[in-house]
Structure formats: C-alpha cells, structure tokens
C-alpha cells in the first residue's frame, strides 16, 4: 500500500508561485510514475503533470506549460509541483497520484491518490 500526502496548498495573487508537495510512505516511489491532477468546483478532475520514477521524462498539461514544473527527490519519497505566474482559473483542489503499471495523464489509470490540497488564486 501507498499513502500520500499533499501539501503547500494555500492563497496566492494571481502571478504569484506556489511548490505543493506529495511526501509517500508505505513503499518506495521510484518505480512508480507520479502525477498531479487538480479539480476545481464543478468541473471534472483534470491532468496537470506526470513524471516517471526516474524523473527522466515528463508530460505537461497543455494549460500549465511552461509555467509549472513538476520533479521528485526518490531518496525523499517526494514529488513537487512548482508552480509560477499563477492564475485565478488554476484555482482548484490538487491532488497527487501515483501509478506503478503506467506512465499515464488519464486519472481513472492512477490507483493510488492524495487528499488533496487547496490552491486558491485571488485576482
């Protein structure tokens, strides 16, 4: 079993930045492809980055690029998501995700999941 926590949600003016965080235990993620998605009220659940387990490729959200990076330190078990020149439509509930099997951006691919953590941008 893995079980991950987000954090580093919080409130930002919009062209602020923000590092959320995904620390995992339960096992070792470096076989795992890591992913962030993020929901915002309403709206479906949508992909935002993934990373394989060795970190040598990764795969943004045509939305998110160039203005957030996603990376992982396996000997921290962590995953971070950097985001830059935010704005307020990113303004939604992230979560991150972890998929042994795959290197994926469907969400209903990833077993397991986060919590989540709340990034709101004020305008």
């Known amino acids: 079993q893995v079980q991950l926590v987000e954090s580093g949600g919080g409130l930002v003016q919009a062209g602020g930045s923000l590092r959320l965080s995904c620390t995992a235990s339960g096992r070792t993620l470096r076989n795992f492809a890591m992913a962030w998605f993020r929901q915002a009220p309403g709206k479906e659940r949508e992909f935002v980055a993934v990373?394989?387990?060795?970190?040598?490729?990764?795969l943004y959200a045509n939305s998110v690029k160039g203005r957030f990076t996603i990376s992982r330190d396996n000997a921290k078990n962590t995953v971070y998501l950097e985001m830059s020149s935010l704005k307020p439509e990113d303004t939604a509930v992230y979560y991150c995700?972890?998929?042994?099997?795959?290197?994926?951006?469907?969400?209903?691919?990833?077993?397991?999941w986060g919590q989540g953590t709340q990034v709101t941008v004020s305008s």
């Open positions: 995700a972890a998929e042994e099997m795959l290197f994926t951006t469907k969400a209903n691919e990833y077993y397991y």
């Open positions: 990373i394989t387990g060795t970190g040598g490729n990764t």
